[in-house]
């Protein structure tokens, strides 16, 4: 028999339909409990906590330093696994930072969703629930996890600091290269083709000297502006007061690797790499496989003009972790060295 903590945080998987919208409701989130324990027979005993009950879209960062102080507060000893309903539109975020506020848990927290509300038949939040608790009983690894039923109903089973965005038009989430931890079948992992970079047994709780400093962290640091290319993005629509300044800017890449490196103009990410370089705004670039596979020219002049490249990470998880390091130092030697040097939770591939 496993003793479960189930945390609600509201999403769709905690909400119900109320007239022509979905939203968040308090009867909708226990109902997950309810349901699993009439269609599935079980030994594990359920408590539960809800220190959120919002949509995930209105989720602010702050809310996250709260729900790691609660998710700590829980006395572990008297617990097997922590699962953790949440919305599907921020869960890759969540999952991230969790992992780095959480990365030394000594039990598996699992985050799950759902792409539809529970009483709709497409809904497969309920098999992510079931998948999570029989993960659990057949023991589960602790560390920070997402089991997410893609739609070829297979349970896949993926690292907190691995998992990139719910797609808009399929419902689905990936992790880089595709590599997960593995599928669940009947509560065992069966690792595939792609699992063999890192594997369920290479998960340990982390122990990297910033974690302490981490935990410790009563307000994190938000003023970071994500910048995603597209052809004709027009840098001068970019400003800002000289007191009211981006912290950072994380800038997203096309596939190769690569983003508009024309010399000059308004279409210039070297030019604007230039202009927030003297207004002491650093800016990274993000995701790109290796520095040795960023062979593009254009990549080269982004990087001479000043930005810093982090390869080997996912644009969730860079982001999160960025939001880190802001909040951890004040120097930008520091926060580089601890974007390029530091690994917190297996979040370089």
């Not at 028999?1 to 339909?17: A, D, E, H, L, R």
């Not at 998948?131 to 109903?153: D, H, K, L, M, T």
């Not at 705004?281 to 062979?295: G, H, N």
Request: proline share 4%.
């Amino acid at each position: 028999m496993k003793n479960i903590m189930v945390v609600f945080t509201g999403g769709t998987i905690g909400s119900m339909k109320q007239g022509s919208s979905i939203d968040v409701n308090d009867a909708g989130s226990y109902m997950i409990i309810d349901l699993f324990q009439q269609q599935y027979t079980s030994s594990s005993t359920f408590n539960t906590m809800q220190p959120l009950n919002i949509l995930s879209e209105n989720l602010v960062a702050d809310q996250w330093i709260n729900l790691a102080e609660q998710l700590r507060a829980i006395d572990y000893s008297a617990i097997d696994a922590i699962i953790l309903t949440h919305g599907s539109d921020t869960l890759a975020y969540s999952a991230a930072m969790l992992s780095y506020l959480l990365g030394d848990i000594p039990v598996p927290l699992i985050l799950i969703a759902s792409n539809y509300h529970l009483k709709d038949e497409r809904a497969n939040g309920l098999r992510n629930f079931y998948n999570a608790v029989r993960w659990i009983e057949e023991g589960a690894s602790p560390g920070v996890f997402v089991i997410y039923e893609n739609n070829q109903n297979e349970s896949i089973l993926y690292l907190g600091s691995r998992i990139m965005q719910c797609e808009s038009f399929t419902d689905q989430f990936r992790s880089p290269y595709d590599i997960v931890l593995g599928q669940l079948e009947d509560g065992v992992v069966k690792t595939t083709s792609v699992s063999n970079r890192i594997t369920v047994s290479d998960i340990r709780p982390a122990a990297h000297p910033y974690l302490d400093q981490i935990q410790q962290l009563d307000k994190l640091v938000t003023d970071i502006l994500y910048v995603k290319p597209y052809p004709g993005l027009n840098y001068e629509l970019y400003s800002w007061p000289s007191n009211r300044r981006p912290t950072a800017i994380l800038h997203d890449l096309y596939h190769s690797g690569t983003a508009c490196a024309l010399t000059e103009g308004p279409y210039s990410l070297p030019q604007f790499i230039a202009r927030c370089k003297e207004d002491n705004i650093a800016v990274y670039l993000c995701p790109v496989k290796s520095a040795e596979e960023a062979q593009y020219a254009s990549t080269a002049t982004l990087i001479e003009a000043g930005a810093v490249l982090l390869e080997k990470i996912g644009m969730e998880a860079a982001l999160t972790k960025l939001i880190i390091a802001y909040s951890l130092f004040r120097s930008e030697q520091e926060v580089k060295d601890f974007m390029l040097q530091e690994q917190l939770y297996f979040e370089r591939h």
